[in-house]
C-alpha cells in the first residue's frame, strides 16, 4: 500500500528551488508576509526604504513588551496579565508582518530577485 505522502508529492507540479508545491507559493498575505520579512532580513545586502525602519523596530517593541506580561501572568496564573500580555505580542507581530507586506510589494517593483520570489 502505498504512504498518502508518497502519492501527493508524486502527483502534486513541484516547485524545485523551494520543494515545495506550488500551491503553497501562491500571491496571499501571509506568503508576502515572510516574503517581506525574508527582504528585511537581507537589508544589509540590499537597503530597504528608510521609512519602514523606525517603524519595524517599534513593532518589534510593542511585541518584546507583551512577554514580560505573558511570563508573569503564566507564573501568577493570573489570567488578565497573561490575556494583556498576549494581546501585545499578537497585535505588534501581526502589524509587523502587514508592514512586511508592504515592503515587499514596494521591494519587488524595484528588484527582479525580489519579484521573481512571487
Given at each position: 500500500?502505498?504512504?498518502?505522502?508518497?502519492?501527493?508529492?508524486?502527483?502534486?507540479?513541484?516547485?524545485?528551488?523551494?520543494?515545495?508545491?506550488?500551491?503553497y507559493?501562491?500571491?496571499?498575505?501571509?506568503s508576502?508576509a515572510?516574503?517581506?520579512?525574508?527582504?528585511?532580513?537581507?537589508?544589509?545586502?540590499?537597503?530597504?526604504?528608510?521609512?519602514?525602519?523606525?517603524m519595524?523596530?517599534?513593532?518589534?517593541?510593542?511585541?518584546?513588551?507583551?512577554?514580560?506580561?505573558?511570563?508573569?501572568?503564566?507564573?501568577?496564573l493570573?489570567?488578565?496579565?497573561?490575556?494583556?500580555?498576549?494581546?501585545?505580542?499578537?497585535l505588534?507581530?501581526m502589524?509587523f508582518?502587514?508592514?512586511?507586506?508592504?515592503?515587499?510589494?514596494?521591494m519587488?517593483?524595484?528588484n527582479?530577485?525580489?519579484?521573481?520570489?512571487?
Amino acid at each position: 500500500m502505498v504512504s498518502n505522502s508518497l502519492y501527493y508529492s508524486d502527483s502534486l507540479d513541484l516547485d524545485k528551488s523551494a520543494n515545495l508545491p506550488k500551491t503553497y507559493l501562491k500571491n496571499n498575505w501571509f506568503s508576502k508576509a515572510v516574503l517581506g520579512e525574508r527582504v528585511c532580513l537581507n537589508r544589509q545586502n540590499i537597503e530597504i526604504p528608510k521609512h519602514h525602519q523606525p517603524m519595524i523596530n517599534i513593532l518589534n517593541f510593542i511585541s518584546f513588551v507583551g512577554l514580560p506580561f505573558c511570563i508573569w501572568g503564566l507564573i501568577q496564573l493570573n489570567i488578565w496579565p497573561t490575556l494583556s500580555g498576549v494581546i501585545l505580542v499578537i497585535l505588534g507581530k501581526m502589524w509587523f508582518l502587514d508592514r512586511m507586506i508592504w515592503l515587499y510589494e514596494e521591494m519587488k517593483d524595484n528588484n527582479s530577485e525580489y519579484r521573481s520570489w512571487l
